[in-house]
């Protein structure tokens, strides 16, 4: 399976993302989220690209902290709750304390360095702003062995400006007069380092922790450029005549002479043509209706659309090759979220 697949990673594009990132907020240390295999793109080589050019990184578990280059620090950005994880530590890595709880679960041995965690309105996890205070104080009282490097919050609903910035005015009387004592005061994300009013209000804070605007995901419109591309090998090629069928249950007849080109890819792939059913039946369901309504094409030459032949099945698509370069590889429009994370990856620095 997988035959011929890979998927490209522009490093300079990544470079030049980080680059307009800094540009936006200047001043302020860079934390480089690589959570989820550093969306899609390969946590190892993402991270190893980007530590001689990123102040910290942060991850969502333990797991993918433990892949960061030893000598660079790593926040982890959800809590860990027992024990076992804790005694798993190496010496980078910063955890987060969302919850009261989690002060005495951490080892004594090591002087760890934590990040406070406060909730400005997900109400999901943190610490409130009216504990901040409190909580502080606690950790100075029973463990002053542990280094507070860091307050935080995440702004969760940028869509909507006039809350996030009363969002950040909590996190601002919370955490104002930590200024100056606490090394890192943080909430920008993308979409906040995007909106200016919100990077404006965000002024008193000291770092950033972006990762969509990174890998450009987000703010294509707003110049950041993509940074991959999945491509494709012809491995096979052959000449269907006029009338005949082709491809599992005779779903699809010839009009003309064809000549079928064989992508050693398919569904297992999680290329997002008709995949991912066990995940996301609706919106699988809704994305191939929309393509088939677009007639929108999802594997290219150059800037050709290319036409599937019948359904991908799990390992092997057909397309339509009639009127194009075989020698050319082709480029298969998915979201790297999305995609297999074991397709080989490319790093391409010029
Ligand atoms: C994922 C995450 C980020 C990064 O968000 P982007 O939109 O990718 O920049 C920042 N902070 C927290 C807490 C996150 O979970």
Redesign the pocket.
Known sequence: MMKGLKCEVSLNNIEYNLEKIKELNIGKKSIA?V?ANA?GLGLEGIAEFLRDRVDYF?V?ELDEAKRIPEEKEVLI?SPLLNHTDFSEFKENIIFTIDNEDIIDKIPEEVGYKVHVYVDTGMNRMGIKPQDLDRVIEKIGAQRPEITIHGI?T?LHNTKDTKYTLKQIGIFKDACEKYIGKIPLIHAL???G?LNEEVRKACDFTNAF??????YG??GLTDGFKKTYSYFADIINTYTVHAGEHIGYGLSYKAKKDIKVGVLGIGNIEHLGFNRDVRHNIFYDILKVIYNHIKKRPVIFEETTGVGIIGRPNMNITLVDVSDIDVNNKLRIEVSAILADSSIPKIYKYE
């Not at 922790?209 to 990174?214: D, E, H, K, P, Q």
Request: hydrophobic share 35%.
């Open positions: 989220v959570k969306y942060a969502a950005l935080y995440h994300n993308s979409a380092t922790r972006t990762g969509n605007l990174l995901y987000d």
